[in-house]
């Protein structure tokens, strides 16, 4: 389900996602530093059109938040990584703009699954090489497996379906260095082997491998001071890093479909208050930027950005922990969620159109998606929130706070900094939740440093809330964030645990039928929006701002702009 949180991931993220604010960004090494320019000091395209932007050349600089620095498909958490990664790692299948998985574009030709769902076979291209002239074979792609299979592997990628690779679980164990069911056939053809067929197998199959005689070192730290210098086979390879500045990456010129239209491309960080004005100056061509009624404005005058908004298959969320006693109880997380004034906030950070509440851990563009009168819209009503907490034990004092106990209902809601409507919900929640006896105290962080608190284990006395987003892929698998089996560092960060729904995930992993798979997340939608390990906060637009120089720049529900970028190009 998840391609990277926006852990994230996004992230997601999935990243995500999702991942400084501080002094203005430098430029890159070997960059022409960007001159005070105006829109008459442009480039002129064959309408006689002038943009801003051509004194860059044929570069392509993004502007946005700060990745990680964590260049590893294998290891990345947040989205703005995974940006990075996609330009320069090629996966095993690749995801059409619908959703669907494809060879075209993907480092597997053809692939045959057997009768019974057990057995893959991948036939890969034999005209791919990586970054420094050697082969990919399918030795990397069973190096790759085996990575995700070892027992200090920190990354999210051991899910459901590969815990179900043949062999998979006794290398996890320390009770063997390969897994049985991951097999070289020959320089290009790998076997996968399954100990039970599941309807997301190839979804969860198409991993994006990493070589082996780069990466293959003793211990996952080892391999993570790679991180920083990684070896794709991609359409760009990375020139410079300058952390917290810019990402610069160069066109790979021995690129197996063919020379990039770009000859690099750079991405710029920008706090997420400036994008739109670098982006009026020409600093930056595209701008993936908040969507608030100020900043749909603002664009109006811009006449050189085509907006580019699609409705983001994802959601954002704000996480309970549940090491977290006080969470534990279900009254509780349903009176905060009646006692935040979600639709309040929406309409006023997006006015009419550009956002919903979220109800679910299923975007509203999925097939998957229930119909909205089954689920508990969880309406703002301090009254009902009221009742829900009394209920829970929780009596409200002459001092206006909530007592169980001799305990304060008190907690901390551990937010980052760079975003707009992070900052604004922690706000708000602090506020509305006062109203009902409950004493939140917010902690900002930066994005990375949160992400890193959250994907330890050993940091869940840190944090009782957190909020992210996650980016979804277009099946609607849930087990890969809330299965009690993907505990940090895997995805279910809140340590959520329910063994009705974990059964229900997992019918839902099985079950071939398209028609039978949807009744069952149809029905684990609902259990969701009853349980509420998060707070689902907002599905909203995603809106992205291009110079009109840029072409082929084509962001989708179900993908990054940063999927076939070879082809994006620059028209001067």
């Known amino acids: 389900m998840l391609k990277k949180s926006i852990i994230l991931l996004l992230v997601f993220a999935m990243t995500v996602t ?10 890159p090494a070997n960059v022409e530093e960007e ?36 260049f590893n498909p294998l290891t990345y958490s947040t989205e703005y990584d995974w940006y990075i990664i996609e330009l320069m790692f090629d996966p095993l299948i690749q995801v059409t703009p619908a959703g669907a998985l494809t060879t075209d574009g993907s480092l597997t030709e053809s692939y045959e699954v057997s009768e019974d769902g057990l057995t ?78 599941m309807a997301s197998t190839l979804n969860e199959l198409a991993i994006t491998p990493i070589p082996k005689h780069y990466y293959d070192k003793a211990t996952s730290e080892e391999m993570a001071k790679l991180d920083r210098e990684p070896l794709g086979n991609g359409p760009f390879k990375l020139k410079n890093y300058e952390v917290e500045q810019y990402v610069e990456l160069e066109a790979n010129s021995e690129y ?17 208050q400036n994008e739109l004005s670098e982006f009026e100056i020409g600093s930056v061509d595209a701008v993936n930027f908040e969507n608030t009624i100020e900043n749909y404005e603002v664009i109006e ?19 309970f922990n549940f090491k977290n006693p006080i969470f534990q109880n279900k009254n509780v997380r349903q009176a905060l969620t009646y006692g935040l004034n979600r639709s309040g906030f929406i309409k006023s950070f997006f006015g009419e159109v550009g956002g919903e ?20 819209q969880y309406e703002y009503d301090p009254e009902k929130a009221n009742v829900l907490l009394d209920e829970a034990g929780w009596e409200m004092a002459d001092d206006g706070y909530r007592y169980k106990d001799g305990e304060k209902l008190a ?7 760079e975003a707009e409507w992070s900052t604004k919900i922690t706000a708000l929640a602090a506020e509305n939740w006062k109203q009902i006896g409950v004493d939140c105290e917010i902690e900002l962080m930066d994005f990375n440093s949160l992400g890193e608190l959250i994907s330890d284990a050993g940091n869940s006395d840190k944090w009782d809330m957190f909020n992210m987003a996650w980016s979804l892929t277009e099946d609607p698998d849930m087990y890969s964030i809330f299965s009690k089996t993907v505990f940090p560092p895997g ?46 906060v907002y599905v909203r637009m995603n809106p992205w701002l291009v110079n009109k120089r840029v072409k082929n720049f084509n962001p989708t529900e179900f993908t990054y702009w940063s999927k076939g970028a070879h082809l994006i190009e620059i028209v001067e």
């Open 120 to 197: 893959y076979t991948f036939n890969l291209r034999e005209d791919v090489k990586w970054h420094d002239g050697t082969d990919f074979t399918a030795e990397d792609v069973v190096f790759t497996f085996n990575t995700i299979f070892s027992p200090d592997y920190k990354g999210r990628n051991y899910t459901a379906v590969l815990q179900r690779i043949t062999g998979a679980q006794d290398v996890k164990e320390g009770n063997a260095e390969t897994a049985e069911g991951v097999r070289a056939l020959d320089n290009h053809i790998v076997e996968v082997t399954m100990t039970e067929a």
């Open 411 to 417: 907690f901390t809601w551990t937010t980052y900094n």
């Open 301 to 319: 005058g811009y006449d050189h950005g085509e907006l580019i908004n699609n409705w983001n298959n994802g959601y954002t969320y704000a996480a």
């Open 256 to 272: 197996w479909q063919g020379v990039p239209k770009l000859d690099g491309i750079i991405w710029k960080v920008i706090a997420r």
């Open 357 to 376: 509440v979220a109800h679910t851990p299923i975007s509203p563009v999925s097939w998957a998606y229930p119909d909205n009168s089954e689920l508990n």
């Open 18 to 27: 999702t991942f400084l604010v501080g002094c203005g960004p430098k430029e």
């Open 491 to 536: 995805n279910n960060r809140g340590f959520f645990s329910n063994d009705e729904m974990e059964e229900l995930m997992l019918d839902g992993l099985y079950e071939f039928d398209q028609e039978k798979r949807k009744d069952i997340y149809q029905e684990l939608a609902v259990k969701f929006n009853e349980e509420l390990p998060y707070i689902f």
């Open 35 to 70: 001159p005070d320019i105006s829109q008459e000091e442009t480039s002129e395209d064959e309408e006689g059109t002038v943009y801003p932007g051509s004194e860059r050349g044929n570069v392509l600089t993004v502007g946005g938040t700060s990745p990680e620095g964590i």
